[in-house]
């Protein structure tokens, strides 16, 4: 029994996890981009985008129930998409949904320096709809026998299961059944933080680019060093 436990302790540590920590805190940092400077729109929060689409009508808001749709169908055809590629092109780069995220923040980043220099509004819902795109493809980045093992936005289902490990650690277990999501959980919102204090000092638009950059070092690490010298990922 030890051995297992001790692999798992390593496994808290290693290439895989740290990568996943990276991930998660561009994940709040894509999201915050996109919440501070906009009319609220959600990238990595589907439950409240779910609510606001059949809700928003209840409180005489459409456009907002139309928004919060889009973003859904959005993230959700970045999965799709993302998961196609995996299985047809990346076989080889298991991390390979970075990739596909680093172009639609630089696709969004372009479209939104648009209509920053020719408008005074918030940033426009359709270069969101690319970030939430992008998100969506994020979280197909860790697959296990064809499922994700690594919800990287999805922060209720992590707190879930941090919550479990506690519960299994206080009852005999490890403390390695919660750590992982904790340091999950606590990297998106050091992301999140970022983001918000990034908000404060430039524009909506520098804040993508910024997120651009992040992501497409990330996706230059995974494809030249991770995916030929670390751990192989199943899909």
Not at 80 to 92: A, D, K, Q
Not at 121 to 142: E, H, K, Y
Request: proline share 3%; with cysteine; net charge neutral.
């Amino acid at each position: 029994m030890a051995k297992p436990d001790l692999a798992r302790r390593r496994a808290l540590y290693d290439a895989e996890a740290r990568l996943s920590w990276v991930l998660a805190a561009l994940a709040g940092l894509i999201g915050a981009a996109a919440f501070t400077h906009t009319e609220g729109y959600f990238v990595t929060f589907m439950t409240g985008n779910t609510e606001r689409a059949v809700l928003g009508y209840f409180h005489d808001e459409p456009d907002i129930a139309v928004a919060a749709a889009l973003l859904m169908i959005s993230f959700l055809a970045g999965v799709v998409v993302s998961s196609w590629c995996r299985r047809r092109y990346w076989s080889g780069h298991p991390h390979g949904p970075t990739l596909l995220t680093t172009l639609s923040l630089a696709v969004a980043s372009l479209l939104d320096g648009i209509y920053w220099a020719t408008s005074t509004t918030n940033i426009d819902l359709i270069p969101i709809l690319f970030v939430a795109f992008g998100v969506g493809a994020l979280n197909t980045s860790f697959v296990k026998d064809g499922e994700v093992s690594i919800p990287l936005s999805y922060v209720t289902g992590t707190l879930v299961k941090m919550g479990q490990g506690i519960e299994r650690h206080i009852s005999g277990g490890d403390y390695a059944d919660w750590l992982n999501y904790f340091l999950l959980y606590t990297a998106f919102c050091v992301g999140a933080l970022l983001g918000g204090l990034l908000s404060k000092i430039v524009a909506g638009w520098a804040m993508l680019i910024t997120a651009t950059v992040v992501c497409l070092i990330t996706t230059c690490y995974t494809y030249l060093h991770l995916d030929r010298h670390g751990p192989p990922t199943t899909s």
